[in-house]
């Protein structure tokens, strides 16, 4: 599970990297996911190798992840609302505007990390 850690971060990152780079990183916290993913990417795979690491950096890391992935989300539902029109014109806005679940995905891996490190390693 460290491992598809791992991995989950790293394409999620390089997701996140595209789409953000489309949006010219306007905000500078649009960096803390691309950031983040190679940290838990890292930290999967020290985890798939270390029992210690698994139960210190990988939690460590996942749980820094699922935070951003929160904070994202609180992003993207306020950058729908500062759109000419906000919730009011939601049908329009939740479409084209920064997508409302998205970051909900990065949340998701570093959950995968957190129950990796909680769960324990077959023999």
Not at 19 to 47: C, I, K, Q, T, Y
Request: glycine residues 12%; charged residues 10%.
């Amino acid at each position: 599970m460290s491992a598809l850690t791992a991995i989950a971060a790293l394409i999620t990152a390089g997701e996140i990297f595209l789409e953000h780079d489309r949006a010219s990183f306007s905000n500078r916290m649009m960096w803390a996911p691309v950031v983040l993913g190679p940290v838990g990417a890292a930290a999967g795979v020290a985890g798939y190798y270390s029992r210690r690491a698994a139960k210190t950096a990988l939690p460590l890391a996942s749980l820094a992840i699922v935070a951003n992935g929160l904070q994202g989300t609180y992003l993207h539902v306020r950058g729908i609302a500062q759109r000419p029109g906000g919730w009011g014109m939601a049908r329009y806005n939740v479409e084209m505007g920064p997508p409302l679940l998205a970051p909900l995905l990065m949340s998701m891996v570093g959950g995968m990390g957190l129950l990796a490190a909680v769960l324990r390693r077959e023999s």
